[in-house]
């Protein structure tokens, strides 16, 4: 690689942004300008409602919705990424930091943006290191299971406001559930009619159009309800009045204790929270055919939460919902994000005082409808189906979530599911082959109830030999060779899925080799990877087996055995035809001896 295109590279890494300016047309600025309005519309009640389900004042999702979207976007990777306040990370701030500070003190407040430094400095870390392969380890059912039950926690802390009711700080699902069932008979009426009322408004607009901004809708005809009637006067509590303006710069409070509290939660926000992030990356990336660079992805999460500490912001991350709105809108770079940011800045400067407006029941109301999407039962289940390994990760995750802290239950899923697939490795299947002369193929002989060669063993290992299965594997083929019959000559193994071996693994095949001699077998072994194949070259293993016993494939391999067998047994009592060899071999004359 010359010196120009290391440069250029390093500019692309440093400056993401640096390409969007390439052919940047009055038409794409006219896209972008439209779409970063319509997320603008989506964002500005969410950010409240997300900030309020977090513990925060709702001012405090502002300031998110007005730092990191355009920061995100400048440094991501996926141009209509829609960065800000989420819901999941909402409730993984608020099940945090309650057990630690009053929610909505300003103790709390100052653990949230202590809570996104961290998360921000582990992002860049991952980032700027390329460790975006961790993201490997959260699997899809843990991730299924956590969102399912964040949606049903997220939903159970919105229903006091929607209610009317007070209940006392609870730390899990069913407490909260069951004190605010408890308390249903003491709802207030008017508060419970302003949040139906902004739920059904929002299914009702949403179903007549899906594009029209239906949380706005409802948000602002909550509002002038509660103030034609003056029903904050009669106990219908209302988001309270928050100064105009920016945020100003406000170091965190970063005292050693705090880091040592904060830091194990911050990790597991940051995975959970990115997990959704690159999900929506993958989706929009297959439609829009551009390449999702995970790394860079992390550096741009990472610079906005970092960025958004220092602004009063708490963590954020990449909106499903919202980046679906920017998609579909027409937006082609990052400065759809910019211009969102801006609609936020306009709206604090301007508008705070009607934000004070509006009741808390219609952002509960705006919550509950946003994370009922997250739920799916369906999935769970549909999971359960295929693997019963994955199914238990997901309900096992979704159960915890409810019954523990959710941020615990999910990485006993990680857990869970890191230990199948160690089990699932250190337990190779290793499966009989035959070939089916109909198809001409080599398939499963147990799958496919095809006879196999009675001297010829196939067996197919489907997996990597390492030091943790390569016991298992040499034990597993010596039982199958114990209940082979007896006119069997040969093992062959077929080693097309095994893509890597270590010491352990020649090791055990040295020790198979030698237990077979004995049995008065052979081994073949067919389909060597070129690094398996250097890897028996320098552990001296291809010296103990003769070089014609190591063949490029199956096929090779079974023309060389076939030449090897008895012939006389093929012809008098062999009652299958499976190779194209076999007719032949079947007229052929006996074999005689001198």
């Known amino acids: ?31 972008d300008l439209m779409a970063g309005m319509t997320v603008a519309v989506v964002l500005i009640p969410q950010a409240m409602a997300y900030a309020m389900l977090a513990g925060l004042p709702a001012v405090y ?41 009053e929610t909505g003190s300003q103790a709390f407040i100052e653990l949230a943006f202590v809570l996104s430094f961290l998360v921000g400095i582990i992002y860049l870390v991952i980032g700027s290191f390329r460790f975006g392969f961790v993201m490997a380890f959260i699997s899809h059912a843990a991730v299924k299971g956590f969102t399912s039950a964040a949606a049903l926690i997220i939903i159970s802390t919105q229903l006091p406001h929607l209610l009317g009711v007070e209940i006392p700080r609870q730390e899990y699902f069913y407490r909260v559930f069951w004190d605010t069932l408890m308390a249903v008979p003491d709802l207030h009426a008017f508060t419970h009619a302003l949040g139906l009322g902004s739920l059904a ?15 706005l809708i409802a948000m602002v005809a909550a509002s002038l309800v509660a103030w034609f009637f003056g029903l ?3 106990g219908v509590v209302l988001v309270q009045s928050s100064p105009a303006g920016l945020p100003g710069l406000h170091l965190p409070e970063l005292d050693l204790s705090t880091i040592n509290t904060l830091l194990g939660p911050a990790v597991i926000l940051a995975m959970v929270s990115f997990a959704e992030t690159y999900s929506v990356s993958k989706a929009v990336s297959n439609q829009t055919r551009q390449k999702v660079d995970v790394d860079q992805e992390f550096i741009g999460q990472g610079l906005a939460n970092l960025a958004g500490s220092f602004f009063q912001c708490y963590p954020v991350s990449g909106s499903f919902s919202r980046t679906a709105v920017n998609f579909s809108s027409g937006a082609k770079t990052g400065v759809s994000s910019i211009f969102s940011s801006l609609a936020v800045v306009l709206t604090l400067l301007f508008l705070t005082p009607l934000l004070a407006l509006i009741p808390k029941a219609a952002l509960a109301a705006l919550v509950i409808n946003a994370v009922w999407t997250l739920f799916h039962p369906k999935e769970v289940f549909r999971i359960w189906k295929m693997n019963k390994n994955d199914g238990m990760v997901a309900v096992t995750v979704f159960s915890l979530s409810l019954l523990t802290k959710p941020d615990y239950a999910l990485m006993i899923g990680v857990v869970m599911s890191m230990i199948f697939f160690l089990w699932k490795t250190m337990h190779p299947r290793i499966v009989r082959e035959t070939k089916d002369p109909n198809v001409n193929m080599f398939v499963n002989a147990e799958w496919m109830h095809q006879p196999s060669c009675p001297q010829i063993l196939q067996l197919r290992v489907e997996n990597p030999i390492y030091f943790a299965n390569a016991e298992y594997v040499s034990e597993h083929i010596l039982e199958i060779c114990k209940t082979s019959p007896e006119s069997t000559k040969f093992l062959l193994l077929d080693f097309q899925a095994v893509s890597f071996i ?52 199956k096929h090779q391999a079974i023309s060389f055995l076939i030449a090897k067998i008895d012939h006389d047994y093929c012809r008098e ?11 032949e071999l079947k007229k052929k004359p006996p074999q005689t001896t001198a």
């Open 232 to 234: 904050d006067e009669k």
């Open 1 to 31: 690689m010359n010196q120009t295109q290391t440069s250029s590279n390093l500019l692309k890494r440093l400056f993401p942004f640096s390409s969007w300016f390439t052919g940047y047309k009055p038409a794409i600025f006219r896209g």
């Open 201 to 215: 408004i929002i299914i009702i607009v949403r179903k007549i159009d899906h594009r029209l901004p239906s949380g």
């Open 502 to 553: 270590d010491i352990t693994g020649i090791d055990e095949l040295k020790y198979l080799k030698e237990e077979l001699q004995e049995k008065g077998l052979k081994i073949a072994i067919s389909d060597l990877h070129q690094p398996v194949l250097e890897a028996f070259l320098r552990a001296g293993f291809t010296r103990e087996i003769e070089d014609d016993f190591l063949q490029k494939n």
């Open 61 to 101: 999702g502002l300031y998110a919705a007005a730092v990191t979207p355009w920061i995100a976007a400048l440094w991501g990777s996926l141009a209509q990424l829609a960065t800000g306040p989420i819901a999941i990370m909402s409730l993984l701030v608020l099940t945090t930091l309650s057990p630690l500070a």
């Open 573 to 583: 009592s062999c009652p299958f035809s499976l190779f194209h060899e076999c007719p």
